[in-house]
C-alpha cells in the first residue's frame, strides 16, 4: 500500500505509549524522540545509508503535515509512514540494482563505540545489523523483507505490522513464514569471538602486505568467496565472485599492490558490529573489508569500495 492512502488516525492497540495522554503527546515525546529508531528500521529494510536517512526526513515531512490532535500514538504513526516508504523505495531500489555494475553490498556503517541496547535484545539487534544478514535479507521481497524485521527484530505483534503495512493479518503471517523460509538454510553461520576474528583479519593483513600467498591460502577455506562492490566506479575491479583459496589469495595481493594507492593506512573498526578493515588516504574511505568464518578460516570476504557508499565513513 502507497504511503499516500495511509489513514492519519491510528488506533493505538498494544504499541508503545499508550500511557501518555492525547492531549500530552506533544509536550512527552515528537519526531526526534524517534530518530534513530526509524533510521533503525530504514536501514535494515533497504541496506543504505543514503537511502535510510532520505526516508527518515520524508518521514519528517508527513509528520509535519499531520493534524496531531488525530495522532493516538505517535510511534505507531510513524513507523507506519516509515515502513511503507521504505517498501516503495525497496522496489525502487531493487529495479536499479539490475542495471548494477558488479555485485551490490550494503553501505557499511560504523558501530564501534555506539550504545547497545539492553543485554536481552543486543544479541538480536546486532546480528540483524551484519553485513552478511544485510546480504541474506537481499533474497526477499519488499513486503516480505518489511514484515520479516518489524516481527523477528523489532518484535511487534502481527496486529501491529498488519496497521504499518497496510495488510490483513493473516497475509502478514504468511509473508513472516515464507520469509523465514527462504533464510532458512542461509542463517547458518559460525559465531567468532571478536578477538578471534580480529587477529584473523591481522594475520590476512600481514600476509597480504608481504605479498605471502602460502601464509594467505592458509587463513582460507578451499572454498572461500570473495565479492566486491565498486559500483563499476572502480577500474578493474571484480564484477564477479572470485571463488577458492589460491584465486582468492592472487586477487587479495593485486588489489594491495594495483588498487590502492602508494601511501594509505589501515585501520582495524568495526562496521556494523563485526570487526571490519577500513583502508584510508587523504582522510578518505577507499575500501572496508568484512569476512565469515568458518572453523576458524575466512570462508566470505566482502569489499566494500564504491565511493558513493563510502564518503559518509
Known sequence: MSVTSLPVSLKPDTIVDEDVERENLNAVENFETYRSYLFSIAYRILGSVMDAEDMVQETYLHYQSASYETI???????TTIMTRLCIDQLHLSYKQRETYIGPWLPEPIITENTATPNAEEATVMQESLSVAFLCLLEQLQPMERAVFLLREVFDYDYADIATFVGRKEVACRQ?????????ANSQRHDVVPPEVHKQLLESFLRAVQAGDQTALMELLTEDVRLVADGGGKIPGAATQAVVGSRAVAQFAIGVNLRFLPSVYHIELSEVNYQP?????????????MTVEVEEGRMKMIRFMANPDKLAHL
Open 72 to 78: 493516538h500514538s505517535l510511534k505507531a504513526y510513524l
Open 276 to 288: 571490519a578493515v577500513i583502508a584510508r588516504s587523504d582522510g578518505k574511505a577507499l575500501v572496508v
Open 175 to 183: 509473508l513472516f513464514s515464507r520469509a523465514k523460509k527462504h533464510l
